[in-house]
């Protein structure tokens, strides 16, 4: 079964600091995606960072870029230039190209942005 | 609406009776997605909706949990007798579902209390 592991329960930066956020997972399938979720206060999941497995380019969205290491099955996210409203609990998530969409979620990390 | 949208977003109860929780998806999303959130944890798969029918029902943690929808729209989920650790946020999402790996789409879920 496959399993995401964020071993960091909590981070603290400072503004306009970059901070990265660790994520390994566990599968033994060859396909698959990988998402980074931010959860604000407000409750609402949102969709920070998409990458498929097969794609070796390391998916990046303006302050927001992961670090893509399959052979180490590894799947972080850097923030740069952190602002207040990065501010929230980040899931990392992965989903199995041969079942129904069903994503595994780690247990998150929560960060806080300090002013 | 243009969101994912649950009902309601709060509601207490007490231990032993019924609940009915909503979830509007995305117009036009034929995947539809319940998940529970126990506080300080992630997210964990309850039961996935393709169209009208249930495919994946194995999250669902006991029959106390069932959960209908109809056709591409609203889905209801319920929990009968509640117990105290059914308190936790429940998070609806959709999906248009046109290729794998499609974006999941979350509401803002509905925070459970039994009292």
């Known amino acids: 079964a496959q399993t995401v592991t964020q071993s960091q329960p909590e981070m603290s930066v400072q503004e306009a600091e970059t901070v990265t956020l660790s994520c390994t997972y566990d599968?033994?399938?060859?396909?698959?995606?990988l998402f980074w979720y931010k959860q604000p206060p407000s409750r609402q999941m949102i969709l920070v960072i998409r990458?498929?497995?097969?794609?070796?380019q390391n998916a990046t969205e303006n302050r927001f870029s992961v670090n893509f290491q399959k052979a180490a099955k590894s799947f972080s996210l850097k923030i740069s230039d952190s602002q207040l409203g990065d501010t929230a609990m980040y899931f990392c998530a992965f989903m199995s190209t041969n079942r129904d969409d069903k994503i595994i979620f780690g247990k998150g990390t929560r960060l806080h942005i300090l002013p | 609406g243009a969101g994912v949208s649950q009902s309601p977003s709060n509601k207490v109860t007490e231990k032993g009776k019924d609940v009915e929780l909503r979830c509007d998806p995305i117009s036009g999303h034929t995947a539809l997605y319940w998940y529970r959130q126990r506080l300080g944890q992630g997210l964990e798969f309850l039961i996935y909706f393709q169209g009208n029918s249930a495919p994946d029902k194995s999250g669902l943690p006991s029959d106390r949990f069932s959960a209908e929808r109809t056709g591409e729209s609203v889905s209801t989920l319920t929990i009968q007798r509640t117990q105290q650790e059914d308190s936790a946020v429940y998070l609806c999402?959709?999906?248009?579902?046109?290729?794998?790996?499609?974006?999941?789409?979350f509401g803002a879920g509905t925070r459970l209390s039994v009292l």
């Open positions: 599968t033994s399938e060859s396909n698959y995606y």
């Open positions: 990458q498929e497995a097969y794609k070796q």
């Open positions: 999402a959709s999906s248009p579902l046109q290729r794998r790996g499609d974006i999941q789409y």
